[in-house]
């Protein structure tokens, strides 16, 4: 919960937050975080490429 909570509150990227909690690798960090629908959709606003993927 504190990961993502971090991760959705606080506008950390994923790399920095694996530092933070001081994991080895980033697919250890993903097992901590998840996204919603709404941070999903806030992603692929904020970036106009992301818009060809979704």
């Given at each position: 919960m504190t990961a993502?909570?971090?991760y959705k509150c606080?506008?950390?990227d994923?790399?920095?937050l694996r530092k933070i909690l001081g994991h080895e690798?980033?697919?250890a960090i993903e097992i901590y975080t998840h996204?919603?629908?709404g941070q999903l959709?806030?992603?692929v606003n904020a970036n106009s490429l992301?818009?060809?993927f979704s």
């Open positions: 993502t909570l971090m606080g506008r950390i994923i790399r920095s690798s980033i697919e996204v919603d629908d959709q806030a992603a992301a818009m060809m």
